[in-house]
């Protein structure tokens, strides 16, 4: 399978300590195994999928999209509720 990340996506990442990046690989690895474990969208977010996940106290999301034809998992955003799917409303609408 292809892992392909976007400019949010590689932008949020790069500010995480070394402990929830390690975290966040593990739960990447498990939506490689299942990548259809994520809640699916729809409306504006047609397509995009979301699992949520604990670290430490905060629920994260990680959004994604998964092509099943060509087996590439697409990282979309990663983060909080807090402006969560209005910053990946206009990731998706400037891609």
């Known amino acids: 399978m292809k892992i392909l990340q976007s400019n949010l ?4 990442v790069k500010k995480l300590h070394k402990s929830e990046k390690e975290l966040l690989d ?8 299942q990548p259809e474990l994520g809640d699916l969208k729809t ?10 996940f ?3 106290i905060n629920q994260m999301l990680l959004a994604y999209r998964y092509q ?3 087996l590439v998992l697409m990282l979309l955003a990663y983060g909080t509720h807090e402006n969560f799917y209005r ?3 206009k990731s998706i609408l400037n891609s």
């Open 68 to 70: 099943k034809e060509t």
């Open 54 to 56: 604990k670290v430490n």
């Open 9 to 12: 996506f590689i932008k949020t």
């Open 43 to 52: 409306s504006d977010l047609n397509g995009v999928r979301v699992y949520k």
């Open 87 to 89: 910053d990946l409303k």
């Open 26 to 33: 593990e739960v990447i690895k498990t939506l490689i195994a």
